[in-house]
T-cell receptor, first 116, second 117 residues
Framework: GAVVSQHPSRVICKSGTSVKIECRSLDFQATTMFWYRQFPKQSLMLMATSNEGSKATYEQGVEKDKFLINHASLTLSTLTVTSAHPEDSSFYIC????????????FGPGTRLTVL | AQKVTQAQTEISVVEKEDVTLDCVYETRDTTYYLFWYKQPPSGELVFLIRRNSFDEQNEISGRYSWNFQKSTSSFNFTITASQVVDSAVYFCALSAFGGGANSKLTFGKGITLSVRP
């Protein structure tokens, strides 16, 4: 139980294009999902908190117009990197919160984005 | 403000050795959660344990054990008889009590564990 998927696992795109990453909780509903970014050999950096049916809450320094987050259902959140540039290349990981007894975040396998 | 410190950055051991990963935290909350996650080379974070702050009982799960010491604000993780498959980055994290699913996690910087055959 508590499986989270991400799609795609890897994406390579040209500078200036937009990329959409999906995060799905496969066997539970998640009111809250989180998006993280991780640079090589570093810890996870929280980008935003996504709540179903409402606007995402972005961390300080994260451009909300560049990183669009939509949480349209209790099992799906999407992150769109708009007008991607090489500096946006990174490993993006989502997590979904399983409430109740578990009260724990479960993480997806991550998406490796490379912008050429 | 919450803070998690994992002072060890890299640890290398030979298979079958025991290894302890340290985690020290700071929080002003009286109740909170502590977590350990494992990130193997594939990249996915795997949940290992969640500990409530009011439960100081140590926990053992197979070769894994956790020692929670509220007096020293530490939540250390020991792997007994390490195996090559234990090679990964291990993160300690902290959240508000009751907010494990819906609140921010404060992560440490992670400890890279390498287990050599």
């Amino acid at each position: 139980g508590a499986v989270v998927s991400q799609h795609p696992s890897r994406v390579i795109c040209k500078s200036g294009t937009s990329v959409k990453i999906e995060c799905r909780s496969l066997d539970f509903q998640a009111t809250t999902m989180f998006w993280y970014r991780q640079f090589p050999k570093q810890s996870l950096m929280l980008m935003a908190t996504s709540n179903e049916g409402s606007k995402a809450t972005y961390e300080q320094g994260v451009e909300k117009d560049k990183f669009l987050i939509n949480h349209a259902s209790l099992t799906l959140s999407t992150l769109t990197v708009t007008s991607a540039h090489p500096e946006d290349s990174s490993f993006y990981i989502c997590s979904a919160g399983l409430a109740g007894v578990s009260d724990t975040q479960y993480f997806g396998p991550g998406t490796r984005l490379t912008v050429l | 403000a919450q803070k998690v410190t994992q002072a060890q950055t890299e640890i290398s051991v030979v298979e079958k050795e025991d290894v302890t990963l340290d985690c020290v935290y700071e929080t002003r909350d009286t109740t909170y959660y502590l977590f350990w996650y494992k990130q193997p080379p594939s990249g996915e974070l795997v949940f290992l344990i969640r500990r409530n702050s009011f439960d100081e009982q140590n926990e053992i799960s197979g070769r894994y054990s956790w020692n929670f010491q509220k007096s020293t604000s530490s939540f250390n993780f020991t792997i007994t008889a390490s195996q090559v498959v234990d090679s990964a980055v291990y993160f300690c994290a902290l959240s508000a009590f009751g907010g494990g699913a819906n609140s921010k996690l404060t992560f440490g910087k992670g400890i890279t564990l390498s287990v050599r055959p």
